[in-house]
């Protein structure tokens, strides 16, 4: 089992910044990525960022946050970080890390955990 959490939410004016913060525990062999999503009410989840635990340099941004948030991370802590910049109202939404893992070393298959969400609230 994995747990994953979430740290880091919380109320904003815009302009302003965030760091999130998700770490990864239990018992796993490795995770091939570890990755952000958000959800505002009445819409569906969307990506934020995603990044490669296994390789350097890969990594995927939601166009709405491309050039303002930068997704980071630290392979020994299984932690990852995402520095959100230049803060708007339409960034509010709960923001959920996910990650794919792969529990076994008998088996290259892996199941995706989520966290249980942090909030950001953008707001004047």
């Known amino acids: 089992q994995v747990q994953l959490v979430e740290s880091g939410g919380g109320l904003v004016q815009p302009g302003s910044s965030l760091r999130l913060t998700c770490t990864a525990s239990g018992n796993f062999y490795s995770i091939y990525s570890m990755g952000w999503y958000r959800q505002a009410p009445g819409q569906e989840r969307e990506l934020v960022a995603i990044?490669?635990?296994?390789?350097?340099?890969?990594?995927n941004y939601g166009e709405s946050v491309e050039g303002r948030f930068t997704i980071s991370k630290d392979n020994a802590e299984n932690t990852v970080y995402l520095q959100a910049n230049s803060l708007e109202p339409d960034d509010t939404a709960t923001y959920y890390c996910k990650a794919d893992v792969r529990e076994s070393k008998m088996s290259w298959s892996s199941t995706n955990y989520w966290g249980p969400g942090t909030q950001v609230i953008v707001s004047s």
């Open positions: 990044m490669s635990m296994l390789l350097a340099g890969e990594t």
